[in-house]
């Protein structure tokens, strides 16, 4: 167990700079191989306490929408770049002050706003869809999925209109490896790689788990390297899961224990409220010296204190029966929890704390009552 668990209050996510810097120095050596720049997606990680320490080593940041595009410029710095399925007129204006660069859906909203974009300074993209799914068992995060609102397809792609915009941008993956982004950008290229001749950059999104063991680092280098060489732009990545990937953990403390047909657990922390993805996508989270179920000795059903039946986190195997007050330790518990939490049943949003390389343990955030109020009317 980590030295933490018995002192810190539950639930809790805890983020480890040790593991933290671990992700950061696999990125720095990346950048430097490749040639390429990275920037932080605050989709999956916007825990802006250690910005300054990531801005250490990455470009910028990348953001889904104009709050986390404010957020970036705000607590990071460099480079701030945009992307939105569509925008908004009434926050352009504050788009255009919190952005460097802004990636444009489709060409009607190139059409809209590009020029206001174009006179206010900023490099402008497209986003293209290569019409090339490589993921498995990932269809809610597939931008290549039939009938995807993400993205220009080939069928209405307009050439004509290119004046102005500097880089493409693609996202395709998910949690995956080299091979499958040398898989998209063949199609990609295909139908796109004569279009890159004369522009500034080219934006590869995110979804690469480079941070990963068994990632293939030496291929994206390479894969980068001749996409900067055949087509001479500045070549992006935007990984949001790598930076902080296996870098977090959420403790939680056993409430009950009961029984109905089997051993049922229930704890303070809720898979709907505190880490929505493992009913989402779904998932099933490592807990420190827990097994499968049947594995160890003794098997409970996980569930949070909320009143939805399926607030269930899943079977977990463990040397002894849980008992009220054991704790239980989940992790990579840094991505996409913080940022997709919420309060339902005025359940509360767990601490963040920051477990620093001196051992000491830092109380970022603490949450209550008021947060819960401030969202309703």
Known sequence: MKSYVDHVPTPSYVVEEALLLRNLEILKDVKAQSGAKILLAQKAFSMFRVYPLIARYLDGTTASGL???RLGREEFGGETHIFSPAYREDEWDDVLAVSDHIVFNSFDQWDRFGPRALAAGKSC????????????????YDPCAPFSRLGTTKANFQPEKLKGLSGLHMHTLCEQNADDLVTTLEAFEASFGKYLHGMEWLNLGGGHHITRPDYDRELLIRTVKR???????????EPGEAIALEAGFLVSTVLDTLHNGMDIAILDTSAAC????????????RILGAGAPAEKPYTFRLGGPTCLAGDIIGDYSFDRPLQPGDRLVFCDMAIYSMVKN???????LPDILLQKLDGTTETVRRFGYKDFKNRLS
């Open 342 to 348: 919420n309060t339902f049943n005025g359940i509360r």
């Open 227 to 237: 996409l900067r060489e055949t087509y001479g732009v500045t070549v992006y990545l």
């Open 125 to 140: 993209g497209l986003r293209i869809n290569p019409e090339c799914s490589t993921q498995e068992g990932h269809a809610i």
């Open 274 to 285: 505190h880490m929505p993805d493992v009913l989402e996508m779904p998932y099933r989270p």
């Open 67 to 69: 709050f986390e595009a």
